[in-house]
């Protein structure tokens, strides 16, 4: 379990260099609440982006990929929702679910793959 943990907090912190090297401002990073949580909350321009970071060792970031649920999916909205109403968002809000899948091989660097809007409306 703590090896699962380290590897999920490396793969949060890459992704987050990941963002504000394209440019995205973090604004918070595991968001909870009783719904479900959030990896990391960060604005694109106007757009609020709520980023789910898989994380795997490995060369392939395709398990990290698939590991994402119709469950997953729908814990991840409510998240949103929650977050969105706490904070005093309205319908005007723009936003979206990105995922990054982050792969730690054995060697060399990891290897990142990004998703926008990564859940089809």
Known sequence: ???????????????????????YRIIDSNWSTRLGELDIIAKQADMLVF??????RGAST?????SITAAKHERML????Q?????????????????????????????????EDAFDW
């Open 62 to 66: 395709d398990s990290a990929l698939e």
């Open 83 to 115: 977050f969105l109403h706490d904070h005093d968002m309205d319908s005007q809000t723009q936003w979206r679910i990105d995922v990054i899948a982050v792969a730690l091989p054995a060697q060399g660097a990891p290897r990142i793959d990004h998703v």
């Open 1 to 23: 379990m703590a090896q699962r943990l380290q590897t999920g907090a490396a793969g949060e912190a890459i992704a987050r260099r990941y963002l504000r090297r394209k440019g």
């Open 51 to 56: 980023v789910e970071v898989k994380t795997r």
């Open 78 to 81: 409510k998240a949103v929702y």
